[in-house]
């Protein structure tokens, strides 16, 4: 297994299911994932799914910039930290932020999401 390629593919996925179907993001989460966005902490697949949908805007555009990743651990998990550009229907401009992916595997063969961290950044 390739960290890099897997690190990709993951990034790709989770990028494209955001900015088509955000509740098609809950099966990459558990019940004991955390997502914290912005400072807040959100526990658990369904309340982190209900913190995505939420979101006040419908659509979005990703735009990766970078993706960097390390293996975590003996158990084969995969720390992801992404960087890029997000681009909101009806605005001119876009905002830039930073988002950190712990990925661990299932016992299917795939990844989960145990922690997400997403930040804007604010030149």
Known sequence: MDPDAVAKAFVEHYYSTFDANRAGLANLYQEGSMLTFEGQ??????NIVAKLTGLPFQQCQHQISTVDCQPSGP????????????QLVGEQHTLKFSQMFHLMPTPQGSFYVLNDIFRLNYA
Do not use: D, E, R, T
Request: no cysteine.
């Open 75 to 86: 158990a084969g998990g995969m720390l992801v930290f992404v960087s890029g550009n997000l």
């Open 41 to 46: 902490k959100i526990m658990g697949s369904p």
